[in-house]
């Protein structure tokens, strides 16, 4: 006879024992659509004290965010660090552009209207490359 | 040059990303792997029926969330232009899902493995489809050449204009050499754009 749990996924082991949606409240759509694996974030100012006003609905997710943008980084690079998927973390910056604490820099937008990058911009980027 | 914003506080630069293409096991991440300046990071998105937006979902299995992860890595070029490099999944469907990834790319390297051409044709496909200008690099890693490049752009049918280069996805000079082969390429691009611009 079979056990009851037999057949129970075992591949959940190394997922996070909160659900990523609690994170963000339930929320599972960001409320901006500007934000890009890309988009390089970075903080304003220093990240406000602990019990500042408005940072009491910040949850630990959202500190985090705000201690490694103290250079700027990409939203891939921010949901790589929270180990949480790229939606759920673009929600949680959100927030914090909502309240100020960080600025978003989008990237170069060009592809999208069939274009090319700038021959200034290829040459940045051709000189950089030999330099590796 | 001015690339970066003229907002106070710390400036951020300007971001451009390039695509690495490719099927299962031919090198993606090797070669992301080879030219960052940090070991290469992992991140995964859920691709929902929000994230889809109106494109089909026949044939994800009835399923409405699938996860997708993918591993990139990032060049800085200067204080002012910093490069990401992203290793595509290797199951070409979910890049018509996953927008993001795929739009405002510079460009994109098909790494092809000469024993399993077939693997890559997709991405191939694709990029051609979207009109996204891409460069063929062939990893030699095995250090066997079986085929001449002449014979791999056949069996792939490239177009004649699209580079292909020979790399070993391992080597930092090679990987190099392959995205200043895509930069090359879309400079000439540039400068037919430039001679013929459309009217």
């Known amino acids: 006879m ?26 599972t759509t960001p409320e901006r659509d500007d934000l890009t694996l890309i988009t390089l974030v970075t903080v304003i100012s220093e990240a406000p004290a602990d019990n500042g006003p408005g940072m009491r609905r910040l949850q630990p997710e959202h500190r985090t965010i705000l201690a490694l943008c ?21 929600i949680l910056i959100g927030d914090l ?27 940045a980027v051709r000189d950089g490359l030999r330099k590796l | 040059m001015g690339f970066a914003s003229s907002e106070p506080g ?45 494109d089909d979902l026949e044939g994800v299995s009835g399923k409405s969330t699938t996860t997708v992860a993918l591993d990139f890595g990032r060049i800085t070029i200067n204080s002012e232009l910093v490069l990401y490099l992203f290793g595509t999944p290797g199951q070409e469907r979910f890049w018509f899902m996953w927008n993001d990834l795929v739009n405002g790319a510079m460009g994109a390297v098909v790494l092809v493995d000469t024993r399993r051409l077939e693997v890559s044709f997709a991405s191939i496909d694709f990029f051609e489809s979207r009109g996204i200008p891409f460069v063929v690099g062939v990893n030699c890693f095995h250090g066997v050449r079986d085929r001449t490049q002449e014979e791999i752009r056949r069996a792939l049918d490239l177009d004649p204009q699209v580079p292909l280069v020979l790399c070993d996805a391992r080597d930092r000079a090679a990987g190099r050499d392959v995205l200043l082969a895509l930069i090359d390429h879309l400079m000439a691009a540039h400068a037919r754009t430039a001679a013929h611009p459309v009217s």
């Open chain 1, 2 to 27: 079979k056990h009851w749990t037999e057949g129970f996924d075992d591949d959940d082991a190394d997922e996070p024992l909160v659900r990523p949606y609690t994170i963000t409240g339930g929320r």
């Open chain 1, 70 to 90: 103290k250079q700027p980084l990409a939203v891939a690079e921010i949901a790589s660090a929270l180990n949480l998927p790229v939606s759920v973390t673009k």
């Open chain 1, 97 to 123: 552009i909502e309240a100020g604490h960080v600025r978003s820099r989008p990237p170069l937008a060009f592809a999208q209207a069939g274009g090319l990058p700038g021959m200034s911009i290829l040459e």
């Open chain 2, 10 to 54: 710390v400036r951020a630069p300007l971001a451009v990303k390039i695509l690495v293409a490719g099927g299962f096991g031919v090198g993606k991440t090797t070669l992301v792997g080879a030219v960052s300046e940090v070991a290469p990071l992992r991140t995964e998105e859920y691709l929902t029926h929000a994230s889809i937006g109106v």
